[in-house]
């Protein structure tokens, strides 16, 4: 197991278009999250699935964020007719549901920049 | 409301100690983690906390009190590689999501 990977690494769209991102947790992990994180802030929540189940979604996130685990494995987070304001880095984290000490581990994000 | 604050930037000499402080206001408190993040790179665990008191773990310890609402993450022997944001979170409750404090970026000079 080689960690948590996101794709693409980084993404240069046109305002108004449609960005996928990808995320696969480590395999034996069944909680998976994804942040959001600007320059100089730390990561902000974005949401967080349980198994296939998307059990919590941050209150800042508008429609035209959604997410998707379909089968308790990789995870998918979609924006729709970005804007400018959505250019940042977003990261996809895993944790087993025991072991809370050993923290999350974090994939290496998915930067993206709106133009 | 809910606040964790860190300074914004600490300046260090290698082979020195730094203590890295972080205040938190939460509504539920679950544990807090310490992240270490080189510039451009996802954050990496360095330590938690649940209890109060010190946990050490080789150069890196961090101090919990629950009842003041404060850690710190200490470093020895800083070395040049030690030179990156380090990131306060606390996890409110057992959904395991964390609130994150803007991170301090430390500076090491030889």
């Known amino acids: 197991d080689t960690g948590v990977s996101q794709n693409p690494r980084h993404k240069i769209t046109k305002r108004g278009q449609n960005v996928t991102f990808r995320c696969d947790p480590i395999s034996e992990h069944n909680r998976l999250y994804w942040y959001r994180q600007t320059l100089g802030q730390g990561p902000e929540f974005l949401t967080y699935?349980?198994?296939?189940?998307?059990?919590?979604k941050s209150r800042l996130l508008s429609d035209r964020f959604s997410a998707e685990r379909p089968k308790g494995s990789f995870s998918t987070l979609e924006i729709q007719r970005t804007e400018q304001g959505d250019s940042a880095m977003y990261l996809c984290?895993?944790?087993?549901?025991?072991?809370?000490?050993?923290?999350?581990?974090f994939g290496s994000g998915t930067r993206l920049t709106v133009v | 409301g809910q606040n964790i604050d860190q300074p914004t930037e600490m300046t260090a000499t290698e082979g020195a100690i730094v203590q890295i402080n972080c205040t938190y206001q939460?509504?539920?408190?679950?544990?807090l983690f310490w992240y270490q993040q080189h510039a451009g790179e996802a954050p990496t665990f360095l330590s938690y906390n649940v209890l109060d008191g010190l946990e050490e773990k080789g150069r890196f310890s961090s101090f919990l009190s629950r009842s003041k609402g404060y850690s710190y993450l200490l470093l020895k022997e800083l070395q040049m590689k030690d030179s990156a944001s380090y990131l306060c979170?606390?996890?409110?409750?057992?959904?395991?999501?964390?609130?994150w404090g803007a991170g301090t970026k430390l500076i090491i000079k030889p």
């Open positions: 939460t509504s539920g408190f679950n544990g």
């Open positions: 699935f349980q198994n296939e189940a998307q059990l919590e």
């Open positions: 979170a606390v996890r409110q409750d057992s959904n395991y999501q964390l609130i």
């Open positions: 984290a895993s944790s087993p549901t025991t072991g809370e000490a050993d923290g999350y581990t």
